[in-house]
């Protein structure tokens, strides 16, 4: 695995990287939590638009997260998703950005489950829709129904299309979808 380097002052954050960052716009918040963070984008995105918010990103990849926080200076963890080091309620917002869509279909209640545990506020995720799963066997991406997921758990979701300006590659242009939790 390559991990890229970049520089976060001089490059342009792809635009699938903001879909969080825009919709937190308007909403009151003091901390965040990403799963799945990788190199911490998405992260960069909120603290250019909102500088002052605490952010901390957790991947269970330990050479992305040294990159991330090296390139970054952002507060980037090595954790998993089935067990977040973290209190109950610890986060405003918990979001994971094409994070949950990586894990076995029999993986996602655990991980959802430890996502709703940190979350206070709001829980959002850039996420596949659908059963099933999408692309060749070394690639798969999976797809949940994650309206019904939150039923499960007595949560109500919603959920808005990502249009094919923000995101148009496969899956993501056919199945991509952002869904978001008040709590």
């Not at 109950?88 to 430890?114: H, R, Y």
Request: glycine content about 8%; aromatic content about 10%.
């Amino acid at each position: 695995f390559i991990i890229p380097r970049f520089n976060p002052k001089q490059m342009e954050l792809r635009q699938e990287k903001k879909i969080v960052a825009n919709k937190l716009v308007g909403k009151d918040f003091e901390n965040v939590l990403e799963v799945g963070c990788q190199l911490g984008e998405s992260l960069l995105a909120i603290q250019k638009k909102f500088p002052d918010k605490k952010l901390v990103g957790v991947d269970l990849y330990k050479p992305l997260i040294t990159e991330g926080k090296l390139v970054t200076g952002l507060d980037l963890r090595v954790g998993n998703a089935f067990d977040l080091r973290f209190q109950d309620k610890e986060f405003d917002v918990v979001f994971t950005n094409a994070f949950l869509c990586m894990l076995e279909p029999s993986q996602i209640g655990e991980a959802l489950k430890e996502i709703i545990r940190v979350a206070k506020k709001y829980i959002i995720l850039v996420e596949l829709d659908a059963m099933g799963t999408e692309g060749p066997p070394t690639q798969i991406r999976t797809r949940a129904n994650w309206v019904e997921m939150f039923k499960g758990f007595g949560l109500q979701a919603t959920k808005e299309k990502i249009s094919a300006n923000i995101w148009a590659v496969s899956p993501w242009l056919q199945y991509g979808y952002v869904y978001e939790v008040i709590l």
